[in-house]
């Protein structure tokens, strides 16, 4: 059990919480957090298509240098956005109700 001071402190965050952003607090409450922008996922998906596409005029070209390139681009933009998907916070969403 918490004490009365416990209580009034998790009344104060709720309360700021839900003035500052109140959509997030409300998916909080729910139980459901906001999806992943994507707005941190184009530059990758950007560069995937370009060094896709050297890779390929250098295949339809027979042109060695430009496969090596495509293809090392290609593995340089994976390895990439994978160190960046395993640096961002990891969050548990647990699916059961929160009594209000």
């Known amino acids: 059990m918490l004490s009365q001071y416990d209580r ?11 003035i500052d952003d109140p959509d997030f607090a409300r998916s909080m409450r729910d ?8 707005a941190r996922r184009w530059p990758f998906v950007l560069m995937g298509i ?3 596409m ?3 005029v250098g295949v339809l070209l027979v042109a060695v240098l430009f496969m090596i390139a495509g293809g090392l681009a290609f593995t340089g933009v994976v390895f ?3 160190a960046q998907v395993r640096r961002s916070p990891k969050v548990r969403v647990s699916h ?5």
């Open 8 to 18: 009034q402190q998790l009344e104060l965050i709720s309360s700021r919480l839900h």
């Open 31 to 38: 139980g459901r957090l906001r999806a992943e922008p994507t």
């Open 50 to 52: 370009l060094a896709a």
């Open 54 to 56: 050297v890779f390929a």
């Open 80 to 82: 990439w956005y994978r």
């Open 96 to 100: 059961r109700r929160i009594p209000r």
